[in-house]
């Protein structure tokens, strides 16, 4: 038995090694595989998660670049940034919530809504992240609160910049405003860059101008933990702060021409024709862009969609008129330059024209004519028959032909967004728009500016420039200089000209120009209720677009149409006549007529920027 | 030349002296210093994993200390006296056990412990120990290799105390106690068609085995098969952890350097996941350096096994250190994405007591069938 045992035991021994030294293998292949999985995680994988665990740790803020301010030509601010205060509170450094909440109640109005919001952000975010109690805080309340500041820690005024137009209406139409980026942008814009930006220019030169306005995005690294609490900023790239905006704008003129139009619907733009420069540009009724940008209530936003003079629109970029009778000089070049008439040419004006074989009486604005009349006298009395005459010789794709070297039917370029180009008609254009053929009537009234043509104001403006400086075609453009705040240096910027004098003979532009000046300078023109106790020769063509159709034999009477059925006033002016440094035109809906509607706001314009000449 | 000789000879005779003393203590040096570097660095970890908590380092160096006291005392008992006691041990275990089913405490969703008026108690760590005793115990006392009726019979130990524990529910210590008995039958010399008759029994179990998991349970198993399905809920652990492995690359980002931990991405980063933030801190160099750690330890435990003068010690020893390994690979597995989570320390380094003096108390064990050997062989 007992040698049984021992050799049991030697066997057993053995058996038991066999089996350890397999055990032992078998737990050496193990840790191989343990080892295999490391290199793979560690080694071979090591950059992924080396970026995973970076990715975990550091979180990107954008920080918001400072919005590039806009100036008048004289350096007056037209759009800034204000700072708007808002009270908040990181909840864990707040010992009693309530009892703090309570507290400050009694130093500043904090409505049940304002209380709501916050419980609710109270209860999603994490305690070290503040949550706004009140926002927009008035200076009173700001001050208040400071005083008393010692008594709630952890409460805080934070400031953010809001963008402010002090000139509210007298911009709004210009320079447009910035409002919370919406879903269509947010498609278009760099979101990058946009990442901590929450307004975009909406309209006008904020518009326009928004790359440039709004700069480049910075950026801080922060390592934050698991709850994303910040531990501590890595790194730091500052934000580029956006270009200033100097524009060419006066905001004095375009207070004067604000004020010149009153009450009425229109629209003034005063350009200097030497290089295209807007000096004023007001479309009225205007509206108080600073709402937009907080977010306009509702209510607020149908009051002016549903106004009827209709405050958003901007008669100045986007009104089609027909021109009426300010289209004469234009076209009267255009028949001395195609040949058709000469100065000398004589027509007998009777009151009325018609086309042979056609019992149709094409008017004159007089009744009675103008009796003989040559091209001079017909711009000085705006006489329609002599222009019927000569655009029936003419014919429309001549004129059509020629206007268009003054901008007609073509948008501007002005650097503005949303300008519509017009119409100047042609019998190509009669037939691709309405597929039909054109008729010698419609000949005779696009050379008195009625039928088909429209005008924006704008364009009016832009022609009048042209013939003003004889030829030299500018793009009207807003922005002079572009300017940033990290150094005093400022850019020009520059906008093309074109040299078209040649499209008229010198003797042909000075022709234009003295009947233009004899307009408002001589006893029969019919802008001479402005030439009164004027130092300095004005040249004005006005004009008159009808908006009701008169039927025939019937007589236009003023009293008796509904207001809003009245004429369109027009005025085009330039001054000096002889070496010109401002054009206009003036556009007043319903105005009446336009030699005493609209061009005594014309000279006012003048008035001003005669007194106060801007240094260019 | 001579000279040296002497000196070796010094040597040879001051070792030897040495380890007389400890021998006296019932003390194996290697292993203790084995023991003793990996509680070390795992005490270094610790501070890392804890944010710097003393709090925290004071309480697992208390609990450190109580471990390898307890480590000496059972150093002192010879096997035979646990042989003894073996029957007793697992019959009042399988008590305890089953009074944790019917007066438990519960604690994070299992019942696991036993009020005992000072202390709560894990009936469980007392099987750990006492499965493979009894295992071991039984084979011993029977001819080896064992017969199928007394593999049968050995098999019933095991399973009737780890269908116990599974029922807690604690998955991760029953798959443990469950190797520790299958170790002891193993290592015993049991048949290579015996064993494939139990891996196909074991494999016909097994989807039954599925059906009776807790649903927590099939999610972390699913969990682990696909981990980024749920990245911020089941799976958030392991993607989290493999994050902080991965990152710490070749050299690691240096102690106290993680950011996965001390950011408090990696969750459980002072218990089961601490491995991961020594990944993180010293990289895969580091990893071979514990894993070299570790191997030592598991080798010297083998040893000191084979070199046993009794079946029972044999068996007893051989199960423990097997057990100290499976312990070690399943924690690394399931935080490297290897195993699904189980929820099982890393011996030695997690932060955590009941299973750290049970582990010691393991080693105790073998320093004491080391050191009570009868030095006839000498």
Not at chain 2, 66 to 89: C, K, R
Request: net charge positive.
């Amino acid at each position: 038995m007992a040698r049984l045992r021992i050799k049991d035991h030697i066997r057993e021994s053995r058996t038991f090694n066999e089996r350890a030294a397999i055990a032992l293998a078998l737990m050496i292949i193990m840790i191989l595989i343990i080892l295999a999985r490391l290199v793979y995680l560690q080694i071979i994988s090591h950059e992924h998660f080396s970026t995973l665990a970076e990715d975990n740790r550091v979180s990107i803020v954008p920080i918001p670049p400072t919005r590039g301010l806009i100036y008048d030509r004289n350096g007056i601010i037209l759009a800034q940034n204000l700072p708007a205060f808002s009270l908040e509170i990181v909840p864990e450094r707040v010992s009693d919530m309530d009892q703090t909440i309570a507290a400050i109640g009694e130093i500043i109005e904090i409505s049940d809504d304002h209380l709501k919001r916050f419980n609710k952000q109270l209860k999603q975010k994490s305690a070290f992240r503040s949550i706004p109690l009140r926002t927009h805080l008035n200076d009173v309340e700001v001050a208040r609160f400071a005083a008393n500041r010692h008594r709630f820690p952890g409460v805080e005024i934070e400031a953010r910049l809001v963008r402010d137009y002090p000139y509210s209406h007298l911009t709004a139409h210009v320079i447009g405003y910035v409002g919370r980026i919406n879903v269509k942008e947010l498609k278009r814009i760099d979101t990058a860059n946009y990442s901590a930006t929450h307004h975009i220019g909406k309209l006008g030169i904020e518009k326009f101008y928004e790359d440039s306005l709004h700069g480049t995005v910075g950026f801080k690294n922060i390592e934050t933990n698991v709850v994303g609490r910040t531990i501590r900023t890595l790194e730091r790239t500052p934000p580029i702060p956006g270009s200033d905006l100097h524009l060419t704008l006066d905001i004095q003129l375009q207070q004067i021409a604000d004020k010149a139009l009153g009450k009425h619907r229109g629209a003034a733009i005063a350009i200097d024709p030497r290089n295209g420069e807007v000096l004023a540009m007001v479309s009225k009724p205007s509206y108080d862009p600073n709402p937009f940008v907080v977010g306009i209530s509702s209510k607020s936003y149908r009051a002016l969609q549903s106004n009827i003079d209709k405050p958003l629109f901007n008669r100045a970029l986007r009104g089609q008129y027909p021109p009426g009778s300010t289209i004469k000089p234009f076209v009267g070049l255009a028949g001395l330059e195609n040949n058709i008439i000469t100065t000398d040419k004589r027509t007998f004006c009777q009151g009325w024209f018609s086309l042979k074989g056609d019992d149709h009486k094409y008017r004159d604005w007089k009744k009675r004519g103008h009796g003989t009349t040559n091209l001079e006298k017909a711009i000085i009395e705006s006489c329609d028959v002599y222009f019927y005459d000569m655009s029936l010789h003419l014919g429309i794709d001549a004129m059509s032909d020629y206007l268009s070297h003054f901008g007609l039917g073509k948008k501007t370029g002005i650097d503005l967004p949303g300008e519509l180009a017009g119409i100047l008609p042609s019998s190509h254009w009669k037939r691709q728009k309405k597929g039909l053929p054109w008729y010698t009537g419609e000949t005779l009234i696009s050379g008195i500016g009625q039928g088909y043509n429209l005008t924006t104001p704008l364009q009016l403006a832009s022609a009048t420039a042209t013939l003003a400086s004889r030829g030299l075609h500018s793009r009207p453009h807003l922005v002079k200089t572009l300017g940033s705040s990290l150094n005093s240096e400022l850019a020009p910027v520059t906008f093309d000209q074109d040299d078209r004098h040649n499209i008229a003979t010198g003797e042909h532009w000075e022709y234009m120009i003295e009947a233009m000046v004899k307009t408002v300078h001589s006893i029969h023109g019919t802008a001479r209720s402005i030439s009164k106790s004027v130092s300095f020769k004005i040249a004005g063509k006005t004009g008159t677009a009808q908006v009701f159709g008169i039927k025939q034999d019937e007589q236009y009477v003023k009293e008796d149409i509904a207001e809003r059925l009245r004429d369109h006033a027009l005025f085009i002016a330039f001054a000096p006549a002889d070496k010109p440094e401002i054009a206009i035109a003036v556009i007043v809906e319903n105005g009446g007529s336009g030699g005493s509607v609209a061009a005594p706001m014309a000279r006012k314009i003048i008035d001003q920027y005669m007194a106060s000449k801007p240094s260019l | 030349m001579m000279k040296t000789h002497n000196k070796e000879y010094t040597q040879w005779g001051e070792r030897r002296q040495s380890r007389m003393f400890t021998r006296g203590l019932h003390l194996d040096i290697p292993l203790l210093l084995g023991i003793i570097i990996l509680s070390a660095v795992g005490l270094a970890i610790l501070y890392s994993a804890s944010g710097q908590n003393d709090a925290i380092i004071t309480r697992q160096l208390t609990r450190l200390a109580l471990a390898f006291t307890v480590m000496f005392i059972v150093a002192q008992i010879p096997p035979h006296h646990i042989q003894f006691w073996a029957p007793w041990a697992f019959s009042g275990g399988l008590i305890l056990l089953a009074a944790v089913l019917l007066v438990g405490e519960e604690g994070k969703g299992a019942q696991r412990w036993l009020d005992l008026g000072l202390f709560r108690f894990q009936p469980s760590e007392v099987m750990k120990l006492a499965v493979p005793v009894m295992v071991a115990w039984y084979l011993a006392d029977n001819p080896i290799p064992p017969t199928f009726k007394n593999i049968f019979i050995a098999c019933l130990l095991i399973i009737v105390p780890v269908f116990l524990i599974a029922k807690q529910p604690d998955l991760g210590t029953s798959i443990l106690i469950a190797s520790s008995g299958v170790f002891v039958l193993l290592l015993s010399g049991i048949r290579g068609k015996h064993v494939a008759v139990f891996m196909a029994l074991i494999a016909t179990c097994a989807p039954l085995l599925w059906f009776n998991l807790h649903a927590y349970q099939k999610t972390r198993v699913m969990t682990f098969l696909n981990p980024e399905n749920d990245p911020l809920g089941a799976g958030y652990h392991i993607i989290q952890s493999k994050i902080a492995i991965g990152s710490g690359g070749t050299y690691g980002k240096g102690w106290l350097n993680g950011t996965q931990s001390h950011l408090e991405f990696l969750p459980e980063r002072t218990t089961d996941f601490i491995f991961s933030v020594f990944s993180e801190e010293f990289g895969f160099i580091g990893i071979v350096c514990l894993l070299a750690l570790y191997l030592f330890i598991v080798v010297r435990g083998l040893y000191i096994a084979t070199q046993a003068q009794s079946t029972f010690s044999r068996l007893l020893g051989g199960s423990l250190i097997l057990t100290f390994f499976v312990y070690t690979f399943v924690n690394i597995g399931m935080v490297s994405g290897l195993l699904p989570v189980v929820g099982l320390p890393l011996p030695l380094i997690s932060y955590g007591g009941t299973s750290m003096v049970t582990m010691m108390a393991g080693f105790g064990v073998l320093m004491s069938i080391h050191t009570h050997r009868r030095l006839l062989s000498n």
